[in-house]
């Protein structure tokens, strides 16, 4: 018998002691990230023009990193808090939702990326560092903007420039282990790309889709690592508690005959992004209606070019029958 504990016993230690090499690897050897690339923007009112377009319309930049105000419609953030960054515990405790941690999106305007280099804010876009090496919780979409053309994120960099200093100190993200110890794999040395060729409208529309995070609201997600579910691509379906009870879902875009929406012209689809153009930035839903998680304001920016390579790139992906309800009523 005793002999027997002392197996059991070399085991366990010997298992516990594997863990804890495990563990201490990861935190040496992790994140991977290279120096971050000698470069300067510049800064001329063109490129600050095509970063603002980005930052604002397309990519989401603004999106999350203002301060968001889920009684708009598309839950747009308060116009004048531009880059300020956000604690979204605020929005997990009005909806209920439960996360293992406290997510924060990091102030971007100048208070706090002004001592950074042009090269160190191109660093945390596309590969999830800060200035100071640790990774970014991977809720900002680097992995994404890793694919991004080098000239669209120093736009990006040269208009975040010009934002307005909002005063503001948020810590890091923190999240609970294991979490925390797998967001410091998720970083990936960053690489040049090339500007997308906008003379083949489904590679470019392919191009603005991964940019502007289409993929990661419009499909379900599973795994700590929050990962598109496979076959169900844009399929829809990913929850949204709301502050007012009740659920709304995102919508099935692939070309599915019943459930997607393979029965809409190009036109359709650009002209449902574009009247919500000229609504007004802080339009309240009306009582007891649904609110859209859809940043319908923010995307009505972006140019029917773009919106029509969206289109076309979308036309390609694998139709998925799903029937997502888009809005659920609180019980
Ligand atoms: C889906 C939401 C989301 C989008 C879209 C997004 N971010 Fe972030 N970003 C975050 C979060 C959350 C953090 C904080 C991560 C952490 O605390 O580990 C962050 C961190 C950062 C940081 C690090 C700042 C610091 O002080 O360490 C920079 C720089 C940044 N984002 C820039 C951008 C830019 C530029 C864009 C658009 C190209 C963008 N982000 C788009 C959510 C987002
Ligand atoms: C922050 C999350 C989020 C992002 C990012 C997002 N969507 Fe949506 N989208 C939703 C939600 C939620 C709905 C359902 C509610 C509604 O129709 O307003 C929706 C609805 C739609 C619809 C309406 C479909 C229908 O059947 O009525 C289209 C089209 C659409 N999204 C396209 C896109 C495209 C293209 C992108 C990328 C450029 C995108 N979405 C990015 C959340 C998002």
């Known amino acids: 018998m005793k002999k027997f504990f002392k197996i059991i016993g070399i085991i366990i230690g010997s298992i516990i002691l594997l863990i804890g090499i495990v563990i201490g690897y990861i935190s040496i050897a992790y994140p991977k990230y290279d120096p971050a690339p000698d470069i300067t923007v510049s800064t001329d009112s063109v490129t600050i023009e095509r970063?603002?377009?980005?930052?604002?319309?397309?990519?989401g930049c603004m999106y999350c990193h203002s301060e968001i105000n889920t009684n708009n419609f598309g839950w747009i953030y308060n116009e004048g808090t531009e880059g300020a960054g956000y604690n979204w515990k605020k929005i997990m405790d009005r909806t209920g939702e439960e996360f293992p941690g406290i997510i924060r999106s990091s102030n971007i305007t100048p208070f706090n990326l002004g001592e950074w280099t042009d090269g160190e804010i191109h660093r945390a876009i596309t590969a999830g560092v800060d200035n100071e090496g640790n990774a970014l919780f991977p809720m900002m979409p680097y992995e994404n903007f890793r694919k991004m053309a080098d000239e669209d994120?120093?736009?990006?960099?040269?208009?975040?420039?010009?934002?307005?200093?909002?005063?503001?100190?948020?810590?890091?993200s923190e999240m609970i282990f294991p979490m925390a110890l797998m967001i410091k794999m998720a970083p990936k040395p960053y690489e040049h790309v090339d500007a997308p060729d906008k003379s083949n409208s489904v590679e470019y529309?392919?191009?603005?889709?991964?940019?502007?995070?289409?993929?990661?609201?419009?499909?379900?997600?599973?795994?700590m690592k929050f990962e598109p579910i496979k076959g169900l691509e844009f399929a829809g379906g990913f929850e949204f508690p709301q502050a007012t009870?009740?659920?709304?879902?995102?919508?099935?875009?692939?070309?599915?005959?019943?459930?997607?929406?393979?029965?809409?012209?190009?036109?359709?689809?650009?002209?449902?992004?574009?009247e919500y153009e000229d609504k007004p930035f802080n339009q309240k839903v009306p009582e007891g209606a649904f609110n859209s998680n859809m940043p319908w304001k923010l995307f009505a920016g972006m140019t029917e070019e773009d919106l029509g390579a969206i289109y076309d790139y979308l036309r390609t992906v694998p139709a998925v029958e799903n029937a997502v309800e888009k809005f659920t009523p609180p019980e």
């Open 153 to 172: 994120v120093n736009a990006i960099i040269a208009y975040l420039r010009t934002l307005n200093p909002i005063e503001r100190n948020w810590p890091r």
């Open 205 to 223: 529309g392919e191009y603005l889709v991964n940019i502007s995070n289409c993929l990661t609201c419009h499909s379900q997600v599973s795994g």
């Open 245 to 274: 009870g009740g659920i709304t879902r995102s919508a099935n875009i692939t070309p599915d005959e019943e459930t997607g929406i393979k029965s809409w012209s190009k036109e359709k689809f650009v002209q449902k992004f574009k």
């Open 51 to 59: 970063g603002r377009y980005l930052a604002v319309h397309v990519t």
